[in-house]
T-cell receptor, first 111, second 113 residues
């Protein structure tokens, strides 16, 4: 069984630019979660998608957004990048009855 | 709302020694509790989970955790540390099995030869 896959693995952007991160869940998983792991701040919940709908979002500004496609894959978009957006962005997927399964993340560096 | 507090951001043990990583939770409903491990440059891997079936939960790689309601704790232990256990460990709590999971700040475990 293939795990959660995220792309790209690394990304370098300039302040003010926009970025799109991608996530493919485990087959059969309908929920996708996005977390931000910034240095020294632990895992911060960003967004939860299930069956194509945004179900919940964490305490992040609206420039963080995303969507889930009919095949349950997901994109995270970040507009107007700021230096403090530099972090590891983790995607996780689950079914209704399972814990979260994580991908290896996308390392975003904003300069 | 649920939350967890991990006591100690860094723990160092000698190879072969007991590993004890501490986690205390706060939850207004009976919680689901989890321990995840993160190796360098990787995502999080589930070690074990508590879902009220048994207070002592055995996980992968020889780890186990005990749910103590009276102490609101869910500490992670392993009798004998191995060099390969060096990683960051996260405790998490949820009111359901997944969709409102909240993580602790993490504890970095170092294993000395």
């Amino acid at each position: 069984e293939a795990g959660v896959t995220q792309s790209p693995t690394h990304l370098i952007k300039t302040r003010g630019q926009q970025v799109t991160l991608r996530c493919s869940p485990i087959s059969g998983h309908t929920s996708v979660y996005w977390y931000q792991q910034a240095l020294g701040l632990g895992l911060q919940f960003l967004l939860w998608y299930d069956e194509g709908e945004e179900r919940n979002r964490g305490n992040f500004p609206p420039r963080f957004s995303g969507r889930q496609f009919p095949n349950y894959s997901s994109e995270l978009n970040v507009n107007a990048l700021e230096l403090e957006d530099s972090a590891l962005y983790l995607c996780a997927s689950s079914r209704w009855d399972s814990p979260l399964h994580f991908g290896n993340g996308t390392r975003l560096t904003v300069t | 709302a649920q939350s967890v507090t991990q006591l100690g951001s860094h723990v160092s043990v000698s190879e072969g020694a007991l590993v004890l990583l501490r986690c205390n939770y706060s939850s207004s409903v009976p919680p689901y509790l989890f321990w995840y491990v993160q190796y360098p440059n990787q995502g999080l891997q589930l070690l074990l989970k508590y879902t009220s079936a048994a207070t002592l939960v055995k996980g992968i790689n020889g780890f186990e955790a005990e749910f103590k309601k009276s102490e609101t704790s869910f500490h992670l232990t392993k009798p004998s540390a191995h060099m390969s256990d060096a990683a960051e460990y996260f405790c998490a709590v949820s009111a359901t099995n997944n969709n409102d999971m909240r993580f602790g700040a993490g504890t970095r475990l170092t294993v000395k030869p």
